[in-house]
């Protein structure tokens, strides 16, 4: 069953049940009310004939005064308690009920009681009657007028409840269509998605507050975010493909060129080697780039503790100037600590100094300074700088400024945008200002302290 069927069953259902409880109820409270009128009418009337009878008792014979005071509708009979009396009276329309059987009562008595489908009120009220004895004057009064009244009440509740059920069932038929509509468009613009290929947004009622309006939003961010997500795998796949034709072109160029001549010219063999084992080299460094690009930050491993970052500055200084004899030269006003996991900030330090290496022939600086609950890393050098319209892109994975700097390191445009997601795992801000032909700072913001301490 779908959705829109259920909750239109189910609404009307519902709203049926409650509307017959509540008719139920109201004829229940009305016919007790109405019952309970008659009989306490029913007992007045008969304490007063009862109280007539008895003072006209010494000067009309009985039978006379049953006659006199017996009601349209029902019977009148004077009990003695062994069970004489005269003959009961009965209206022209209820003759049926002298064959009732009589029953004297040492106390009043006043009840519904049913003969032949019919409802009838019986009073019996004590009395003492002129010779001294207790005798009963039994009054038995028919309700039909009252069940009359009942059955109307009946009919009218049930007609109310169909008639109420009209509108009911178109209201419950327009709910459920409200309810569905937005699901319905999502549900038609994800079959359009899938079959085009192409996003695409609800239309939505910005003046709309509802949570239907609000569901609707958030379904068209999360197209957004499907998009550009797939549009940034788009230009991922397309850069990553494109940066590793070079090198298998390369390797599949000097392959060939082995496999036509390299036996014969020995100078060939040893420059084709060295070739494709740079470019090995550099595909292996481009993959492993783009291996810690694809892992999402909650991925990787952190050790966060906290640390002196003037010590690791230096350690990474001195294996950097082993490793391509560059000076780093480091400054640190007193001691500067940070929280922060060591193997990836160190990471981070080399990606920056070898980027400064790369396009620089000066020293390169790291300086270190403490600033109330952050710490501060700036790395600095003299290159050929980076123009400010190129600045903000320059995190973008593959970004390549189109200047001296494109392929004078031989890069794939991806250290950068590592050392962004690095940055971003370990809690670490970026910042970076360059002057063309003066230099590049690079500035790091650590926290001093633990995020958790108070």
Do not use: C
């Amino acid at each position: 069953m779908k959705l829109r069927s259920k909750i239109y069953l189910y609404s009307n259902v519902l709203f049926a049940v409650l509307l017959i409880i509540m008719n139920l109820f109201i004829y229940a409270v009305f016919s007790r009310l109405l019952t309970e009128n008659e009989l306490e009418q029913a007992g007045a009337e008969t304490a007063k004939i009862a109280a007539d009878m008895r003072r006209a008792a010494g000067e009309v014979p009985p039978a006379e005064l049953l006659r006199a005071y017996v009601p349209v509708e029902g019977m009148l009979r004077l009990l003695a308690e062994g069970g004489g009396g005269p003959a009961p009276v009965t209206s022209a329309s209820e003759q049926e009920l002298s064959r009732l059987k009589p029953a004297y009562h040492q106390e009043r008595q006043t009840r519904m009681l049913s003969l032949d489908g019919r409802s009838y009120a019986f009073v019996s009220v004590p009395v003492i009657w002129i010779d001294g004895t207790v005798m009963n004057v039994q009054m038995t009064k028919s309700l039909e007028s009252t069940m009359s009244t009942l059955r109307v009440l009946r009919i009218v509740l049930a007609g109310a409840t169909a008639f109420a059920l009209i509108p009911l069932l178109l209201s419950s038929r327009l709910l459920s269509g409200l309810i569905m509509r937005p699901i319905v468009l999502m549900t038609a613009t994800m079959r359009e998605i899938k079959d085009s290929g192409k996003f695409r947004r609800l239309t939505l009622q910005d003046d709309a507050k509802d949570e239907l309006v609000e569901m609707g939003h958030t379904f068209n961010g999360m197209i957004a975010l499907l998009e550009s997500n797939y549009l940034k795998q788009e230009k991922f796949v397309s850069d990553a493909s494109h940066e590793l034709r070079t090198p298998l072109t390369v390797i599949e160029s000097y392959a060939s060129l082995l496999k036509r001549r390299g036996l014969a010219h020995p100078e060939l063999f040893n420059e084709s080697v060295e070739a494709i084992h740079s470019e090995a080299v550099r595909m292996k460094e481009l993959t492993e780039q783009l291996l810690l690009l694809a892992k999402h930050q909650e991925q990787w491993v952190l050790s966060m503790k906290l640390m002196d970052l003037g010590e690791l500055a230096r350690a990474s200084a001195k294996a950097f100037y082993k490793a391509y004899g560059r000076d780093v030269l480091v400054r640190s006003q007193g001691t500067v600590q940070g929280y922060t996991d060591e193997a990836k900030l160190r990471q981070l330090l080399f990606i920056f100094l070898d980027n400064a290496r790369k396009y620089s022939d000066e020293a390169i600086t790291i300086s270190l300074e403490a600033a109330g609950r952050e710490s501060i890393i700036v790395i600095t050098d003299r290159g050929i700088g980076i123009s400010p319209d190129e600045l903000p892109r320059i995190f973008d994975r593959f970004y390549r400024v189109d200047t001296a700097r494109s392929r004078q390191g031989g890069g794939a445009g991806l250290g950068l945008s590592l050392a962004a997601e690095i940055a971003g795992a370990i809690g670490a801000e970026l910042s970076m200002d360059s002057t063309p032909g003066r230099g590049t700072s690079v500035t790091i913001r650590i926290a001093a302290e633990s995020r958790g301490r108070t």
